[in-house]
């Protein structure tokens, strides 16, 4: 039932935006499923979302070790590290998100946006 209601055939309760829900059912998981890339990533994702963002960090960047070539979790890690101020390491996680899937138009413009704030840092504004 856990499993159904995080990896079902809709994706059932993060696809509904129930991600603190989806957290809490998270945290019911065995140790040694949680341990996997994808839990990784929907664990990362849902405190993305919840505005958890050391925890989205920790989580994706482990994702990413995990499942290198996947754009849409270095997107993720480029959200949760954008959030915490870690732009230069934000638009490598865009920029690499781009590189695996050319035309991914959403990392381009965010790794721009990580660009034009380390921009600002170094200008002082």
Do not use: W
């Not at 995080?6 to 957290?23: D, I, S, T, V």
């Not at 040694?32 to 405190?47: L, S, T, W």
């Not at 960047?61 to 996947?70: E, K, Q, T």
């Not at 915490?84 to 899937?101: I, K, P």
Request: include cysteine.
């Amino acid at each position: 039932p856990i499993l159904d209601g995080l990896f079902g055939p809709n994706g059932a309760l993060m696809e509904n935006g129930e991600h603190a829900r989806a957290a809490a059912l998270f945290e019911q998981l065995p140790a040694e499923f949680e341990r996997g890339a994808e839990a990784d990533a929907r664990m990362g994702a849902c405190a993305l979302f919840l505005g958890e963002f050391d925890t989205a960090a920790r989580r994706l960047a482990a994702a990413v070790r995990r499942r290198p070539g996947d754009p849409k979790i270095r997107y993720n890690l480029g959200g949760a590290l954008y959030e915490l101020g870690r732009f230069g390491e934000a638009r490598q996680a865009y920029s690499d998100a781009e590189r695996l899937s050319p035309g991914y138009l959403d990392a381009r413009e965010m790794a721009d946006r990580c660009e034009a704030r380390i921009a600002a840092e170094r200008s002082g504004r």
